[in-house]
C-alpha cells in the first residue's frame, strides 16, 4: 500500500502534500445544485388547471373586466402560496453527509504529528486514530493496538469491528474489510495509524454521496393521480367549449363577444379552484395526527403515500430488533458456575453497586450482566486478566476461591473445547450443541474454568485442561411490536422485506420470529451480484430476506420492486440507507439511532424507532386518501353543475344565468366551509383490512363519473327550471346561487360515506362538520340578505316560499343519492361474491 501510494511511514513533507491537494482537489464530497426560491415557487403554478385559471384572469384583463380578473389571479396567487409553503420539502442530504466526515485529522509530517483540516487531506497522507476520532477518509491500517471501530453508518450493524493490519487477498463486502477504516465512522477504543487511500467522492460515503445524486425524486401516486385528474378536467372543459363554439354559432348566429365571456364563465364554472387548497389543508391535517403518532412527514404528499404502499422493505437492526444483544438459551449442567464466569471475566462492570442501566460498552458483555442482573452477585478480585482478542478468540481472567486461584475464560466455543479436558464423544456432544444455537442465528459463545494453585500466574500457557461448562446463545432479539406490527401490515395486503447487513442464519432466525412469509430462500449480497436487473425482478417478490448487503444492494432491491409496480416504504438508520430511503416512494429514517444524512434522505422519520408506527402511519395514509377522494367526489357535481347551467343557457340563446363572481362565491364560499369537515372524517372499519389500492386506478372510477354525472343533473335541472319561473335577473341568480349551495351542503353530508348510510354515529364525532354548516349558512344568508352583500356578488332578498321550495330541491337531492347507495352496494357485493365464487371454483 505504501507503494501504491507513494506514501512514507514517517508521512508526506508539506511540498508534497501541497502538490497531490492541488491536483487531485480537497477531501470533500461534491454538492449538488440546488433550486432557487422563486423557482420552487413558480412550480406551484404550472399546474395544468393553474395555468387555465391564469390565461382566464389575463383575457379578463384584456377586455377591461379588472375586478372578475383580479378575483380569478388572487384565487390563483393564494392557491400557490399555500402549496409552496405547505410542501417545501428540504433537500439536506448533502449538507448531512458533509458532517459525517471529521472536521480536523492527525496526520504525520515527516515523522512529526500535526492537525491539519479534514479538507487537505490527500492520498498517502498517514493519519492518526485514537479513542473517539472520526474517520476522516478511507485508510489502510498500517498499525493498530486493540483497534475497534462502529460502522453501524456504513453496515446497519451496531457492534464496533475490531480492526488489524493482514491483507485479504480476495474481494469482500465493505463490512469485512478488516484492514480498513472509512469515512465517517467512529474509533471506539484504542489507537492506530493508516494510509489515506480515498478522498471525497471516492470514499464509501463520497460513492453513497453520488448515489443520492444520480437518483430522482420520485412522483407520489397521489400527485400522479391529481394531475390525470387536471387532464381529465381540461379535457371535458375543451371538449365542451369547440362544442359550443360551433353549436351556437351555427344555431343562433351568437356574436363573438358572448361567446368569449361564456367560455370564461364555463371555466371558472368547472376548473373547481378551490379544490388545491382544500387537499392541501387535508394533506396538512393528516400530517399533524402523524405527528402525534410519532411519525413526522417531511413532504405531505407523502402522507397519502403511506396509504398506497404495497412493500415495506426494512432493515433489521434496530428497526425489527431491539439493537440489544440478549442472552436467549444457556445449555449447562453448572449454571451458577456459569453465571460466575459472566459476572466476573469482563470488563464492564467495576463495583458491586453499579445499575446494569448505567453501564455501556462491548454489547457481548452488557448481555450477559443484564441476563444475570438479578442474580446479585458480588465480583470476585482480579488477579490476573488475558483481555479478548480476535487472535486468540478468548478472555480469562484469575481469581481467589478458598485455598486456591480460579481461572474464568470465555470466547469462542470451538477454541475453548480444544483447550477442555474432554472425551471425543463429550466433545462432540457440545460441538452439536453449538451448532443447534447457531442454526437459529445465535451468536454461541463459550465458558470454561479451571482451579489452579496459589502460585500460578495467568497465561496463555496455563489454560490447558480446562473445565468446559457451558454455552450461551446470543442474539438481537426482534421487539414484540414489530411482530405485531408485521402481522397488521400483512393483513392490511401488504409484504414486508427484511434487508441486512448481518450474516445470512440470523437473518433467518429473526425473519421467522417476526413472521416474515418467504423466509425458505435468502439472498445475499453475492447472489445479487450475480443477477441482472431484470432476473432480481422477477425473484425480489418471492424473497422476502436479503443478508449480508450494500447500499448498493439495497438500491437494487427497492428499484426492483418499483419495476413490478410495486409501491415501496425503505426504513433505515443508517448513512448505507440514504440511497435507498431516496428512492423508495416512501423513505422511513429512524428518529432516534439514525442518521442525520438517513433523516433528511428519507419523506417521513420515526420519533420512536418504532416499526409499528408505521403501520398506524399507513391506517392515517388510507384515511386520508378516503376522505380526499370524498372531498374530489363532493366538488366536481358541482364544478359540472355550474358548467351544465352556462351550456343549458347558451343552448337555449339565454343570457349567462351566473356571473363569474358568483361562481367563484359558490365555489369558495364551499371551500371555506364545507370541504374542508369532510377532510375530519374517521377512519372506516375495514381500513386495514382491505388490500392496498391499485395504483393504475385514477382517483375517480367508473362509479365516481356516474355519480358526478347524475347529481350534477339533479342540482342543475331543478334550479335552473325554478329560477325560470321568476322575473328579474338578480332574483333568477339568488335563487340559483341559493339552490347549488344548499345543495352542496346536503351533498356533503351523503359523501360521508362511499355507499353506506350518511346518518350513522360517525356523524355526531365529526364536530367540525356540524361547525361548517353553520358557518355557511351564515355566509350564504349575509350574501342573500344584507344589502353590502347582495352589492358584491349582485345577489337579493329571497321570500320564505322561495327558500321553501330550494329545500326541497336539496332533500329531494339528499334521498336519491341515499337510494342510489343502498342499490350500488348490492350491485357490488352481489359481483364480489360472484368473483369469490369463480375463484374458488
Not at 45 to 70: H, N, P, Q, R, W
Not at 245 to 273: C, K
Request: glycine share 8%.
Amino acid at each position: 500500500m505504501l507503494k501504491k501510494t507513494a506514501a512514507q511511514k514517517q508521512g508526506l513533507n508539506k511540498q508534497e502534500r501541497e502538490s497531490r491537494l492541488m491536483k487531485n482537489g480537497p477531501n470533500k464530497i461534491e454538492e449538488k445544485k440546488q433550486l432557487k426560491t422563486w423557482q420552487k415557487i413558480a412550480k406551484h403554478f404550472t399546474d395544468l388547471l393553474m395555468v387555465v385559471l391564469i390565461v382566464a384572469a389575463l383575457l379578463k384583463f384584456a377586455t377591461g373586466e379588472f375586478v372578475e380578473g383580479g378575483i380569478i389571479f388572487l384565487v390563483v396567487i393564494v392557491n400557490g402560496f399555500v402549496g409552496y409553503w405547505q410542501e417545501r420539502k428540504a433537500e439536506e442530504s448533502l449538507d448531512g453527509l458533509k458532517q459525517m466526515m471529521g472536521q480536523e485529522a492527525t496526520v504525520l509530517n515527516e515523522g512529526q504529528p500535526i492537525k491539519i483540516a479534514s479538507e487537505e487531506l490527500v492520498q498517502g497522507d498517514v493519519v492518526v486514530l485514537k479513542a473517539g476520532d472520526v474517520v476522516p477518509a478511507d485508510l489502510r491500517m498500517i498499525e493498530v493496538h486493540d483497534l475497534t471501530i462502529e460502522e453501524s453508518i456504513l453496515t446497519g450493524e451496531s457492534e464496533a469491528v475490531e480492526k488489524s493490519i493482514a491483507a485479504i487477498d480476495r474481494e469482500v463486502l465493505a463490512g469485512d474489510q478488516l484492514n480498513m477504516a472509512f469515512s465517517g465512522t467512529l474509533v471506539q477504543t484504542g489507537s492506530a495509524k493508516g494510509i489515506v487511500v480515498e478522498t471525497g467522492n471516492d470514499t464509501e460515503i463520497g460513492k453513497i454521496n453520488r448515489a443520492l445524486q444520480s437518483i430522482q425524486s420520485q412522483t407520489t401516486p397521489l400527485v400522479k393521480k391529481m394531475h390525470q385528474l387536471n387532464k381529465q378536467i381540461f379535457r371535458g372543459i375543451l371538449a365542451l367549449i369547440v362544442f359550443l363554439l360551433f353549436f351556437t354559432t351555427f344555431r343562433y348566429g351568437m356574436d363573438w363577444n358572448l361567446m368569449f365571456s361564456a367560455s370564461i364563465a364555463l371555466i371558472v364554472a368547472m376548473i373547481p379552484e378551490g379544490l388545491p387548497a382544500v387537499l392541501t389543508m387535508i394533506l396538512s391535517m393528516g400530517v399533524k395526527e402523524m405527528a402525534k403518532e410519532n411519525a413526522i412527514i417531511k413532504g405531505m404528499p407523502a402522507v397519502e403515500t403511506l396509504g398506497s404502499m404495497t412493500v415495506i422493505c426494512s432493515d433489521k437492526t434496530g428497526t425489527l430488533t431491539k439493537n440489544e444483544m440478549t442472552v436467549t438459551e444457556v445449555v449447562t449442567e453448572e449454571a451458577p458456575i456459569v453465571k460466575e464466569i459472566m459476572n466476573n471475566c469482563q470488563e464492564l462492570k467495576t463495583q458491586d453497586d453499579q445499575a446494569i442501566e448505567t453501564i455501556q460498552g462491548n454489547p457481548t458483555e452488557l448481555a450477559l450482566l443484564k441476563y444475570i442482573a438479578e442474580e446479585k452477585q458480588s465480583l470476585k478480585q482480579v488477579l490476573g486478566k488475558i483481555p479478548f482478542s480476535s487472535s486468540y478468540k478468548y478472555m480469562a481472567t484469575m481469581h481467589p476461591a478458598d485455598h486456591e486461584q480460579v481461572i474464568f475464560v470465555k470466547g469462542a466455543p470451538e477454541v475453548l473445547l480444544e483447550k477442555a479436558d474432554l472425551t471425543t464423544e463429550e466433545k462432540a456432544n457440545w460441538e452439536n450443541q453449538g451448532e443447534q444455537l447457531a442454526s437459529k442465528g445465535q451468536r454461541v459463545l463459550g465458558f470454561a474454568y479451571k482451579k489452579v494453585s496459589p502460585q500460578e500466574a495467568l497465561t496463555h500457557e496455563s489454560l490447558s485442561e480446562l473445565t468446559f461448562a457451558g454455552l450461551a446463545g446470543i442474539i438481537d432479539p426482534p421487539k414484540e411490536s414489530a411482530i405485531q406490527a408485521v402481522e397488521k401490515a400483512q393483513q392490511a395486503g401488504i409484504s414486508v422485506k427484511m434487508i441486512t447487513g448481518d450474516h445470512k442464519a440470523t437473518a433467518q432466525a429473526i425473519s421467522k420470529q417476526i413472521g416474515l412469509k418467504h423466509t425458505s430462500k435468502i439472498l445475499e449480497g453475492a447472489d445479487l451480484d450475480r443477477l441482472s436487473d431484470e432476473e432480481l425482478a422477477q425473484q425480489v417478490e418471492q424473497v422476502d430476506v436479503f443478508a449480508r448487503t450494500t447500499p448498493e444492494h439495497k438500491l437494487r432491491i427497492v428499484t426492483a420492486l418499483q419495476k413490478k409496480e410495486e409501491v415501496v416504504g425503505m426504513t433505515g438508520d443508517g448513512v448505507n440507507d440514504a440511497p435507498a430511503l431516496k428512492q423508495a416512494d416512501i423513505g422511513i429514517a429512524m428518529g432516534i439511532k439514525g442518521s442525520e444524512v438517513s433523516k433528511q434522505a428519507a419523506d417521513m422519520v420515526l420519533a420512536d424507532d418504532n416499526f409499528y408506527t408505521i403501520i398506524k402511519a399507513v391506517k392515517e395514509g388510507r384515511r386520508i386518501f378516503d376522505n380526499l377522494q370524498k372531498t374530489i367526489n363532493f366538488f366536481l357535481p358541482t364544478a359540472l353543475a355550474q358548467g351544465l347551467i352556462v351550456i343549458l343557457a347558451l343552448l337555449m340563446n339565454r343570457p349567462l344565468p351566473l356571473t363569474p363572481i358568483q361562481i367563484l362565491w359558490v365555489n369558495m364560499v364551499t371551500t371555506i366551509t364545507l370541504s374542508y369537515a369532510l377532510g375530519f372524517e374517521g377512519a372506516s372499519k375495514d381500513t386495514m383490512k382491505r388490500p392496498p389500492r391499485d395504483t393504475k386506478m385514477g382517483i375517480l372510477t367508473g362509479y365516481s363519473f356516474f355519480r358526478i354525472i347524475y347529481v350534477s343533473l339533479l342540482i342543475m335541472i331543478p334550479a335552473y327550471l325554478l329560477s325560470m319561473r321568476f322575473e328579474g335577473a338578480a332574483l333568477q341568480q339568488t335563487i340559483l346561487l341559493q339552490n347549488i349551495v344548499i345543495g352542496q351542503a346536503v351533498y356533503m353530508i351523503n359523501c360521508r360515506e362511499r355507499l353506506d348510510r350518511s346518518i350513522n354515529r360517525g356523524m355526531l364525532k365529526n364536530k367540525v362538520l356540524f361547525i361548517s354548516l353553520g358557518i355557511l349558512i351564515s355566509l350564504q344568508a349575509a350574501v342573500v340578505f344584507l344589502p353590502i352583500g347582495q352589492q358584491l356578488i349582485g345577489t337579493t332578498a329571497l321570500s320564505l316560499g322561495q327558500q321553501t321550495v330550494i329545500l326541497g330541491n336539496a332533500l329531494l337531492l339528499f334521498f336519491v343519492v341515499e337510494l342510489e347507495k343502498r342499490i350500488s352496494k348490492g350491485i357490488f357485493q352481489r359481483k364480489a361474491k360472484t368473483v369469490s365464487h369463480y375463484n374458488n371454483s
